[in-house]
């Protein structure tokens, strides 16, 4: 099967929020994939139209959409472990979206199979994808037994 796939508006241009996705997405296994789609431009709605539908476009076949979303699941690593690992089961290719500065539009929100939330807190959309990482490397840890998550840490 195809290693999960990104699928992020906006070009990363080096900088420290590029370091952060590399450093977290070369741990995982296998990585994901990223494909950068070009910012649109335009009103808001306009932006996330265009971005949406490039979106759309880009996803494999019978892929299974997460959609990062304010509005979404905000689980913690321990449910975002068993998530991904159902998602893994479903044996149909993964494929994250994360939409531009004006977020994603709502046919990708419609056409997606989950929706995730990183927290209640807005975060710029180039961070995000390091965060996603991270919390994608945490939870193959912690289906792992691996020691990097540590879940003994006090509540």
């Known amino acids: 099967m195809a290693p999960p796939l990104l699928l992020a508006v906006g070009r990363a241009r080096g900088g420290p929020e590029a370091a952060l996705f590399e450093q977290h997405n070369a741990r995982l296994r296998p990585p994901l994939l990223l494909r950068e789609l070009p910012e649109a431009r335009g009103t808001p ?34 449910r975002l472990a068993a998530l991904t690992a159902r998602w893994a089961e479903a044996a ?55 020691p990097y998550h540590r879940a003994w840490r006090p509540q």
Request: charged share 25%; with cysteine.
């Open 45 to 78: 709605a306009e932006m996330r139209r265009r971005e949406g539908a490039a979106i759309l476009a880009t996803l494999p076949e019978g892929a299974f959409v997460i959609a990062l979303d304010l509005g979404g699941e905000m689980p913690d690593s321990e």
């Open 92 to 146: 149909r290719p993964l494929a994250f979206a994360i939409g531009g500065a004006e977020g994603l539009d709502e046919s990708v929100l419609s056409r997606a199979d989950h929706r995730l939330s990183l927290g209640r807190l807005t975060w710029p959309h180039m961070l995000v994808r390091g965060l996603l990482a991270e919390a994608l490397f945490r939870a193959q840890c912690i289906r792992t037994n691996h």
